[in-house]
T-cell receptor, first 114, second 114 residues
Framework: GESVGLHLPTLSVQEGDNSIINCAYS??????FIWYKQESGKGPQFIID?????DKRQGQRVTVLLNKTVKHLSLQIAATQPGDSAVYFC?????????????FGAGTQVVVTP | NAGVMQNPRHLVRRRGQEARLRCSPM?????VYWYRQLPEEGLKFMVY????????ESGMPKERFSAEFPKEGPSILRIQQVVRGDSAAYFC????????????FGQGTRLTVV
């Protein structure tokens, strides 16, 4: 399944399939990007990050792709599991001196069906 | 090593009362960030603090909201004379350095104004 940010806020995916969550960021000066997972009633949990001098980074079952030309970020989850059901946020550091001013997207709800 | 601790987890206040939200960063972290999350939305940056210093409060409402991070004790986000629109989840994050590094979020305080 594939999601395009605000236009498709809910992504339903079958267990075992791959998920792709997309995010368009706004600031061409942003130099650091993070994907967070937020389960209901909990705080955001770091998944993976990528710096602007990279275009791909892999973690355990997750891959983040960065396309600076079109200001697009994606998160790929391989072999989606029920525990992956959550809201996923992309966040960008807008290139200021402070990490703290992360700008979060609106989020994509991922629902894993058996 | 305990994570970022926020308390209370849930807080109910009547309109006009004061709300105090506490955040203890991870051990060894001296940078604290507060974010607010309205229902169905992403997190919005509020304020960035170091011990005894406010570094960036550009996301704080001009009135009724204040934050501190004293030399000893937790960081406090204070909301005076709460209104219904203040109802939200408030998250605190901490990091060890003022650089682009992985940061850790607490579980949040859910404020309900009745």
């Amino acid at each position: 399944g594939e999601s395009v940010g605000l236009h498709l806020p809910t992504l339903s995916v079958q267990e075992g399939d791959n998920s792709i969550i997309n995010c368009a960021y706004s600031n061409s000066a942003s130099d650091y990007f993070i994907w967070y997972k937020q389960e209901s009633g909990k705080g955001p949990q770091f998944i993976i990050d990528i710096r602007s001098n990279m275009d791909k980074r892999q973690g355990q079952r997750v891959t983040v792709l960065l396309n600076k030309t079109v200001k697009h970020l994606s998160l790929q989850i391989a072999a989606t599991q029920p525990g992956d059901s959550a809201v996923y946020f992309c966040a960008e550091n807008p290139g200021t001196d402070s990490w703290g001013k992360l700008q979060f997207g609106a989020g994509t709800q991922v629902v894993v069906t058996p | 090593n305990a994570g970022v601790m926020q308390n209370p987890r849930h807080l109910v206040r009547r309109r006009g009362q004061e709300a105090r939200l506490r955040c203890s960063p991870m051990k060894g972290h001296s940078h604290v960030y507060w974010y607010r999350q309205l229902p169905e939305e992403g997190l919005k940056f509020m304020v960035y603090l170091q011990k005894e210093n406010i570094i960036d409060e550009s996301g704080m409402p001009k009135e009724r909201f204040s934050a501190e991070f004293p030399k000893e004790g937790p960081s406090i986000l204070r909301i005076q004379q709460v209104v219904r629109g203040d109802s939200a989840a408030y998250f605190c994050a901490s990091s060890p350095l003022r650089t682009n590094t992985e940061a850790f979020f607490g579980q949040g305080t859910r404020l309900t104004v009745v």
